[in-house]
């Protein structure tokens, strides 16, 4: 199963861009689908996740508020919808996913599916 994020781009502050994930196999259902980023220089660090079954979702305190999570069953895919951009949320945003049973939403190393990545550039 491959996964691929789209919707990166160029904004100025203080707008908005909706990042898409889209997983090659219409029959892939993980439990798990977060959101990481990784910015130039600095370690990736989570962003969001939301739980398949509950609809359950979490974010990092640098982003609530202006990040949501949701997902398209029919379309197998999750988006980012990023509001109130700061050049802060520069970065390579990845999707991911994990099948793997009581995986934390953060921990990265838990999620077995990784996409690409989109890139998202805020300018200030």
């Known amino acids: 199963v491959q996964l691929q994020a789209s919707g990166g781009g160029l904004v100025q502050a203080g707008g908005s861009l909706r990042l898409s994930c889209a997983a090659s196999?219409?029959?892939?259902?993980?439990?798990?689908l977060g959101w990481f980023r990784q910015a130039p220089g600095k370690e990736r660090e989570f962003v969001g996740a939301?739980?398949?079954?509950?609809?359950?979702?979490y974010y990092a305190d640098s982003v609530k508020g202006r990040f949501t999570i949701s997902r398209d069953n029919a379309k197998n895919s999750v988006y980012l919808q990023m509001n109130s951009l700061k050049f802060e949320d520069t970065g390579l945003y990845h999707c991911?996913?994990?099948?793997?049973?009581?995986?934390?939403?953060?921990?990265?190393?838990?999620?077995?599916?990784w996409g690409q990545g989109t890139l998202v550039t805020v300018s200030s």
């Open positions: 196999r219409r029959t892939f259902s993980p439990e798990l």
């Open positions: 939301l739980y398949r079954s509950t609809s359950i979702t």
């Open positions: 991911a996913a994990s099948t793997q049973v009581g995986t934390r939403p953060a921990s990265a190393e838990k999620y077995n599916y």
